[in-house]
T-cell receptor, first 109, second 114 residues
């Protein structure tokens, strides 16, 4: 099956800093989503982005499908951004989302 | 929309007992997924349904696990008998799919088997 690798595994920031999270995948995809799992365990959709660039407030994401990677940018980070960020992809051959292992982000005040 | 609704939110049960987790997908969604999250294995797909029909159950760990979707608005995941290694967060998710579409997750059912 498809492999999904996220980096870095852990990231600690001071409030106000910017960061870039990366997701590499091993095959062509129909679907790529970024999720934020907050400290209460909720999985929140951030972006549905199989290709191109999207922005939502302080967050933006870019997927370069031909090169099999996606980036999530967080600008002016806040303590509420803390949690785990997951990239999940769906292969063109199926309907199942495969998750990466996540990036654990801690934003300190 | 109320989102994907799961119950119970938390359950503690003794080894050997039957556990039933419930899910109500978002109205109109035609795909339903059950995921399990553990520290060791991360988020893994157990089974998914399309139009109430199980499509891929290759992620179901063993015969103790079963899932049903009797109608478009309800699904269950059952573990019988439960074991301590089944302790995990079980997520239900749904989507409206045609060549890929956003998948929405419920808040999860936190299961502890002692």
């Amino acid at each position: 099956g498809i492999q999904v690798e996220q980096s870095p595994p852990d990231l600690i920031l001071q409030e106000g800093a910017n960061s870039t999270l990366r997701c590499n995948f091993s095959d062509s995809v129909n679907n790529l989503q970024w999720f934020h799992q907050n400290p209460w365990g909720q999985l929140i959709n951030l972006f549905y982005i199989p290709s191109g660039t999207k922005q939502n407030g302080r967050l933006s994401a870019t997927t370069v499908a031909t090169e099999r990677y996606s980036l999530l940018y967080i600008s002016s980070s806040q303590t509420t951004d803390s949690g785990v960020y997951f990239c999940a992809v769906e292969e063109t051959s199926g309907s199942r989302l495969t998750f990466g292992e996540g990036t654990q982000l801690t934003v300190n005040p | 929309d109320a989102g994907v609704i799961q119950s119970p939110r938390h359950e503690v049960t003794e080894m050997g007992q039957e556990v039933t987790l419930r899910c109500k997908p978002i109205s109109g969604h035609d795909y339903l997924f059950w995921y399990r999250q553990t520290m060791m294995r991360g988020l893994e797909l157990l089974i998914y349904f399309n139009n109430n029909v199980p499509i891929d159950d290759s992620g179901m760990p063993e015969d103790r696990f079963s899932a049903k979707m009797p109608n478009a608005s309800f699904s269950t995941l059952k573990i019988q008998p439960s074991e301590p290694r089944d302790s995990a967060v079980y997520f239900c998710a749904s989507s409206l799919r045609h060549a890929g579409n956003t998948i929405y997750f419920g808040e999860g059912s936190w299961l502890t088997v002692v």
